[in-house]
């Protein structure tokens, strides 16, 4: 009988310094199927799809394509042997158009010319045939996330790859594009292609998925049919435990006003207008306001705002009955304010720094870390790290010296989260913070952000995800082009209400209407 | 993993070891090219070069010579310093080489023209080579023009400054500058006895020392104050530093204010000594700053190594006068330290490719178990 599977990883074993990543693991692709690989952060998914792509070698184990033993010694093994990988984060060269991208490494060259027009001729037949819509000559720097994501699918197409490995492709993208990319994805698998796809998602995986493979901190925990199982039988496979999906919190009577923002104009840094226009709403104690609606309504630009990453242009913001329009970074920060920010390799870490140091960023220059004369103390910062790592169970090779780089996706904003939350903030701006996160990890920090409320303590989350949108916040703001267009009860309105909104068709502030 | 394996991996051995390498090679380097132009002194060449004062047979005349070396390893260890407190802040100051010349210049314009003390002279070598980093420091966070960029032009422009301010203090008959001994005593580095030590070499003076405390300080800046972990975490990552509240462009220039300051003060310690007088029509600058980088390389980028590099590169470019100029032109001397101290330079390069290596090597272990 002919072979039926693609690829097969069997008894792969990696380890890293103080940590085993992969423990004799078994992975099985049929030829044309989409596999899901689902586990917690850390759980060594990212590790397993890089040995096969050959980034590092495993210290065990073996991989079979068409039954056969192949070595895999870097990714130009990988790509001869047609297995192409679209990395958590995407490797694309930013000044570039989306057509050298592609054809970056395989131009083709006649008497030692490019020939360009071949190239794009080839690429935008795939585009066509696949739905993956591109403009070749627009340049990376330029494009959506959405776009960049599709070149980087349009890379292991135009290279003939076979085997298509997605890691955690979702994480970045808005609920459409995420909807685009499964039927890329479902196109992709009917024409014969095999696909590894990183989730977190389980409705995702539920959607999309023929099998799903579970790992559990390195350990192959086993392999389901996915139309045979459920979401809460697979979120037990991959924590151990039941997890709970709904957010419990008891009704609670709102406080003080914390953080006041009146007539806020945020300028744009992508085109003339302004990102943020005249934006005024409060956010009282012992609540949790959201900011809902879909990537690039100038949400991020609004957190620069009231950060102080990026100068206001007009209007006030007050915090505790203070004006802070103008004061510093660190001044805000003091004085009771936390941010779990968008974007956690830019802002949030020193990926070169260690765990501990980057574990007292936010308060390193207080007495407890430094001395009168300016040293470090290193004792203090120690044990100050260990207990955040213990209490928000952060998981790494080495613990407290792991070098923050070493760390998987989640771990590391994992890290963040115990930072900020330490802090005991007045305000915590949290901006989506369990994105790439695994649902036992999505399950604590909302928690964490009850709690946060329950305390008494004022938080503003931005989140882009509809879930979390609907269970975590007690009020919800629209954000749509710049202007906040409604305030709705999440206990009241519906996903249907909340996408009207989100979409513009709906605006209950409209300036003309008052008129 | 065997014990030899794990101690091969600990990043301090591989500094060590890829630096050890790098000189092996460059030596080699160098006598190839010995070779090339005239085998048959090669060999007594490459010798004579890595002889250096070693070649006296009388202790004292060697340990008079080492002195000489030595006077001239504290301005180059100045320079690597300043050049690696900069590196480790995620810039390149390039500039090293135009603050050294700054700093020659103001120090011995000090001395020799307004008559000054020591002390006094040093401190202007610092400040002026410090408010050319600020320049640089400045373009760099205010104006975005590259930390690089910057240096070269004010390389040129600082030698030039310097070569026209020194033709006031020039002697009448030649391009040179006067002998400080001549003109004012106040203005040498004292001594502090270590003239006796090395044989009553006049020029061994407080410089040496100095040098060494600054290494140190350098490195506890750098690793255990507060001040430290600002400066390196704005190099890592100046978003990750704006975010948390640190002062990151303030912090640049800050950086390469220090750098400079570095850089001149090892100019004052190098012609304060009276050791060299600088010839007013020179038309690049004195190439101690760049040599300064690949001290700063081969030392690991680590203030104590750097003690060790610089050091090093010193012997062989003092060691590079003694090659047979009958059969050699005489640049030879330069030319052939200069390719010792490229290859010196690939350091990290090296250690790239041990770990290559023992990664391979664990992968054929694995293929057989
Ligand atoms: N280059 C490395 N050096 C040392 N340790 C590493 C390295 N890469 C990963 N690790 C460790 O291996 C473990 C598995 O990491 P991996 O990135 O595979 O997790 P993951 O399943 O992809 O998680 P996530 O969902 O958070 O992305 C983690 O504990 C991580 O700290
Ligand atoms: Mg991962």
Redesign the interface.
Known sequence: MENQYAIEMLGITKIFPGIIANDDITLQLKKGEIHALLGENGAGKSTLMSVLFGLY????GIIKKDGRQVKIQNPNDANDLGIGMVHQHFKLVECFSVLDNIILGVEPVKNGFLQKKEAKEKILALSEKYGLKVDPDALIEDITVGMQQRTEILKMLYRDNEILIFDEPTAVLTPQEIEELMQIMRNLSAEGKSILFISHKLNEIMAVADRCTVLRKGKYIGTVNVADTTMPELSRMMVGRDVEFAVKKEDRTPGDVILDVKGLTVASKLHKNNAVKDVSFNVRSGEIVCIAGIDGNGQTELVYGLTG?EPVKAGTVIMKGKDITHA??????VNGMS?I?EDRH????????SLE?NMI??R??EPEF?SKA???KRANIRSYAEKLIDQYDVRSGQGAITKARSMSGGNQQKAIIARELDKAPDLLIAVQPTRGLDVGAIEYIHKQLVAQRDAGHAVLLVSLELEEVMTVPDRILVMYEGEIVGELDPKKTNAEELGLYMSGAKNDFRKEAAV | MNKKESFLRKPAVQTLLSSLICIVLGLFAGFIVLLFIDARGAASAMVDIIRNFFRYPSAAVALKYFGNTIVKTAPLLMCSLSILFAYKVGLFNIGVAGQYAMGAGLALYAALGWQLPWYVCALLACVSAALLGAISGFLKSYCNVNEVISGIMLNWLSLYTTNMVLTKVKETTSPYTKNIVNVNHSALLPNIGLNKVFNNNQYVTIAIPLAILLSVLVWFILE????G??L??TG??K????????KEKSNTILTLIISGALAGLGAAMFYLTGYEQWQCTQSSVPGMGFNGIAAAFLGGLHPVGAIFSSLFIQHITEGGAYVDKTMYCSQISDLISSIIIYLCGFVLFMKLFINKRL?AH??KK?GK?
């Open positions: 070698q495993p210290e065990k990453l510093s970074i660190r001044e805000r920060s941010h920010p830019k802002h949030g870490l020193v990926l070169d720094y140091d960023l936010q390193y220059f430094t300016g040293t470090l | 255990k104050t507060k001040f972990y600002e390196k975490a890592y990552n978003n990750a530093a704006k975010y948390c509240g640190m990664n664990d992968e694995g178990s």
